[in-house]
């Protein structure tokens, strides 16, 4: 029986296709599941619905691949109502809360239990499905609805309503291929933003436009191409490098041969109305005529905007409350959320630029004239300096504003200023305020449906940045991933301080911008003036000094290009304003705090004159407490790692010595990640004159602990060795030595021998095998036998009685020794075995030591596909043939 609350079955619909998958039980399924949906949703063209369906599909194989512990199958189903997607495990018998029972679902801070929440947060509808062998846990996603291609009739309109436009309004043309390479540009293009037609032709429509890429807002370039419409705001570079802000419409057809395009039409973005598509229905009489008499005042006032084009709504808003009272500027903004700043969105006749994003205070004086909660008439702002921040040297003199509310809260602020003094009374404000009153509703409601997509969008942006981080502990790839997160989702240019210990100062790592040509001079210009404070207070903070630097360095640059002076000035005029222009605007600053202690701090900046948005630093605040752990975790491995293979490294033998008519080859591998050397140990060393000491072991185990057990014999051997003790009663020394290690000893195979080479060209080799595998020598005719007889290993007996075996190589003949990682390498049930290394070795007649080795060393590898668990070592000595004259 389903429980109640949760649907079991979806609305019957057509299904007009279907993607699917699997994914194994592992941790990297996760990201592998969310780029399989995130690809498939945007070739089919479903953009609006993609970071939902990341994320809830994120939580859900989650559930199935680290909490269930099974394989994921995922299923994706367009239907002609939206995107259907299903994610079954193989654990049916799993509990799963529900809603509408005793139970609750999980709390958002639990990790298991996350995804059904989400589901019933962010899904249109949502269902869990049992059978047999699998449960599916299925949700729905509806595509907004949208009228394409519908013919609209707007209300006639008094002449000074009607849209602004340039005397003869340019209408730019360019053709896009399916690659994103621009074939066609027509001369009203290249009017507008300087490039020839064959500057570019063939080059992509990215290199040149400026897109926005707040996270969960709008669709990328890329992705907008490819639809069968889009529309709305982007920027182009224009040949002086300035942004030229421009409304577009795209349309996506097909040539006579099946070959899609994309035909782009792009005007000023003040002109936006001649592109801008209503979507409000038409109501005509029979005439063709619009009938006005219940026409709503608003929509006479500001047309119909789509609910969710915010931008488009308040830009539309301060251009008609301008024309209506005949103003030179007006402006538009927005109350944060605790009603104390207000945060400029949108204005006209005003540098926008410089302007967008400010804040200012809601209270910005005494007196019902200095707050933004009550409409306000300035007849001249010349007797009242600082009465509104805003208009602050635009050349305003008279000012009307008035609040925006809804339900009795603050929710803006609507304000239209003239150049003349005394322009605007009473009457005005009244005006103003009814048009005011008309469409704070529609604001509040698109600016909350704005947040939404904004929280959706971060939601996903956090996930794949954890997912980003968690998946490197390389210290500099942490760094490079923190600057290309933030650049440019977040902010235009990114630099990142690092902090050694807390005696250290600051010190600049890495530095990114989204123009690959200024990031030389953006260093350069932080690399001259003092870091950021290290301040651990949590947030985000203004930084003045790079804009104040840039504008400096700009300001002398330019006196000495007009010979003026201040001629310490190397760099060239245009790579100053650059950088200028590239640091103008807002910079902040946040701290990097790991474990109570700050690491370092993200600074991120604009270019002149922008502000950023709360909701941005909000975000980048969350990213940056993910990535001050992330680069802390880098810090402490590399450390370690540093630490652990400098104390690994002085276990090895400090090189090999030259053995007279000897060729001698030792290859050594030892198994886990980051270890150097482990159980498995070589050495081969001078004794006395005229003779030499080697030997090939193995310790219980591997990694630290298996090492300190090779360090103690290594040396204990050499020393042994060399005042005059023999192969025996070194070993029974040595065994001695390893027991007294109580509960650190481990036992220990070892071969041990030693070699005098002989006038006549042979070498004499004395060996004690204690339980290791037995060396095998190889003849000038391919037998091979074992070289010595096996005795009891190290480490278990306190009482051992060892004895020498004496061998003589012959020019030619190859004595092989090693460990057991080699004579047991797996491949499923099957082992290379003593037998299948005699093998091998019977290949090698004639082979020097070297290549004897790495034959060895070639047939190991490849006889299985996995990587050696174990650790190995090789040791081949080889005596060579006289040569002939």
Partial sequence: MPEPGVETRTRSSVITARAAATFDPVGRSVATARTFVRDTLQGWGYSDVVDDAVVLTSELVTNAVIHAGTAADVLCLRTDEGVRVEVSDHYPEREIPLQGTGRTLAHPDRENGRGLLLCAALATRWGVEYTPTHKQVWFQLDMPQRTVGTRSAGPVLPVGLLPVADERVRVAVAQIDRNGAITSWNDDAEHLFGYAADQVLGKPLGDFAAWPHTPGIATGIAEALRLSRWEGSYGIRGTDGRVVPVYASHLRVRDTHGEPSTVCLLVRDYERAVLQTPVRTPATDGAGHADNRNADPFEVFIGSPAPDDLDGLLQRTVERARDMLDGDSAFLLLATDDETELEVRATTGLPSARQRFARVPVEAGTGRYGSARMPAVHEDLTAVPGAVPLLGGTGMRSVVTVPLKVEGRLTGSLGVAAEAAGRYSNEEALRLQFAADRIALAVESA???????????????????????????????????????????????????????????????????????????????????????????????????????????????????????????????????????????????????????????????????????????????????????????????????????????????????????????????????????????????????????????????????????????????????????????????????????????????????????????????????????????????????????????????????????????????????????????????????????????????????????????????????????????????????????
């Avoid at 922008?610 to 407490?625: K, M, N, V, Y």
């Fill in 447 to 885: 600016r909350l449906g704005e947040l939404e997509r904004l929280r959706r969008g971060s939601l996903s942006f956090l996930v794949e940045a954890s997912d980003l981080l968690a998946g490197t502990l390389d210290r500099d790839q942490t760094l490079a991933l923190m600057a290309q997160m933030t650049v440019p989702t977040l902010a235009t240019w990114c630099a990142v301080y690092t902090i050694a210990d807390q005696a250290s100062e600051p010190y600049l790592s890495y530095v990114l911008h989204e123009d690959e040509e200024r990031i030389d001079g953006l260093k350069a210009l932080l690399s001259r003036i003092e870091p950021p404070e290290p301040v651990p207070t949590p947030g985000a903070r203004v930084w003045t000094a790079p804009g104040t630097a840039a504008h400096q360095a700009a300001l002398r640059t330019s006196m000495r290009e007009l010979g003026l002076g201040a001629t310490d000035l190397s760099s060239g005029i245009g790579t100053t304003l650059a950088t200028a222009s590239a640091v103008g605007g807002e910079t902040v600053v946040l701290p990097l705090v790991a474990r109570n202690r700050v690491i370092g701090m993200l600074t991120l900046g604009k270019p002149s004159d922008d502000h950023f948005r709360q909701e941005i630093l909000e975000l980048a605040e969350d990213l940056s407490r993910r990535a001050a752990l992330a680069l802390d975790n880098a810090r402490l491995y590399s450390e370690r790692t540093a630490i652990s293979q400098s104390l690994q490294r002085s276990l090895l033998p400090p090189g090999l010595p030259q053995v007279p008519g000897v060729e001698v080859e030792v290859i050594y591998r030892a198994a886990g990640e980051g270890n150097e050397v482990g159980g498995d140990f070589y050495d081969l060393f001078p004794i006395r004159d005229g003779a030499y000491g080697f030997a090939i072991g193995d310790v219980c185990g591997t990694g630290p602990e298996a090492a300190a057990v090779t360090g103690l014999a290594r040396h204990a051997l050499r020393l042994l060795a060399r005042e005059g003790f023999g192969g025996p009663a070194v070993l029974e020394r040595l065994n001695a030595a390893i027991l007294d290690e109580g509960a650190r000893s481990r036992f220990l195979t070892l071969l041990y021998g030693e070699l005098w080479p002989q006038e006549d060209g042979s070498a004499l080799l004395k060996v004690v095998c204690a339980g290791h595998p037995l060396p095998l020598r190889l003849r000038q005719d391919g037998s091979v036998e074992p070289a010595a007889e096996p005795q009891p290993l190290l480490g278990v007996m306190e009482d051992l009685e060892l004895y020498e075996q004496t061998v003589t190589l012959d020019p030619g003949d190859v004595l092989l020794c090693v460990t057991d990682g080699v004579t047991e390498r797996r491949e499923g049930t099957r082992m290379l075995g003593d037998d299948g290394l005699i093998d091998v070795l019977t290949t090698c007649t004639g082979l020097t030591a070297g290549a004897v080795a790495a034959r060895i060393l070639r047939a190991v590898e490849r006889f299985a596909a996995e990587p050696a668990s174990d650790d190995m070592a090789i040791l081949a000595m080889r005596v060579p043939e006289p040569q002939k004259n």
